[in-house]
T-cell receptor
């Protein structure tokens, strides 16, 4: 079945450690995104990528890094520079229709990161 | 940065009641979307709107793209227990030129009492 898979679902790390969250999609979607969700808040965009080997910063990119070496994969690294990393992280993908993004996102099930 | 104001923040209703929630923006949007998130899961797209004034239904759900292009509403008729969750509005601001960036509202948490 086609879909978008995030792993791990739960992750605990000590302060100061870098953490990489995996996101894989087999929907053949061009664009991929990482959002952060905190309780009582909407989703905030961290990074997004519309083509392989290219990505742009979102609204809260500081302390995060990404790569897009393959169309199917868009891993997110939460670095020690991120001051408040404990959150629910959501990966999403979307198609481009004649190069235009419809905004219709397909989300993974999320990864909950807790920094102790 | 861009912000969406979504209201109400939470709703507690009786099964069978109708529900209405809305989002407003200070700037013009060219796309409005409504998502639902179940606990511990990722959001799922409910309805997408692309034209000012557009009214679209999906089963018991109805959403409209405001004529001013600065607002949208979502109605749920005859609510049932499985409607429980967080509903998010999202939009693509016109200035982003459909580059794929969405702005999300803060969410409306819906509770339905059987």
């Amino acid at each position: 079945d086609g879909g978008i898979t995030q792993s791990p679902k739960y992750l605990f790390r000590k302060e100061g450690q870098n953490v990489t969250l995996s996101c894989e999609q087999n929907l053949n979607h061009d664009a991929m995104y990482w959002y952060r969700q905190d309780p009582g808040q909407g989703l905030r965009l961290i990074y997004y990528s519309q083509i392989v080997n290219d990505f742009q910063k979102g609204d809260i990119a500081e302390g995060y890094s990404v790569s897009r070496e393959k169309k199917e994969s868009f891993p997110l690294t939460v670095t020690s520079a991120q001051k408040n990393p404990t959150a629910f992280y959501l990966c999403a993908s979307s198609i481009l229709v004649i190069g235009v993004n419809t905004g219709e996102l397909f989300f993974g099930e999320g990864s909950r990161l807790t920094v102790l | 940065g861009q912000q969406l104001n979504q209201s109400p923040q939470s709703m507690f209703i009786q099964e069978g009641e109708d529900v209405s929630m809305n989002c407003t923006s200070s700037s013009i949007f060219n796309t409005w979307l409504w998502y639902k998130q179940d606990p511990g899961e990722g959001p799922v797209l409910l309805i997408a709107l692309y034209k000012a004034g557009e009214l679209t239904s999906n089963g018991r759900l109805t959403a409209q793209f405001g004529i001013t292009r600065k607002d949208s509403f979502l109605n749920i008729s005859a609510s049932i227990p499985s409607d429980v969750g967080i509903y998010f509005c999202a939009g693509q601001p016109l200035i982003y030129n459909q580059g794929g960036k969405l702005i999300f509202g803060q969410g409306t948490e819906l509770s339905v009492k059987p």
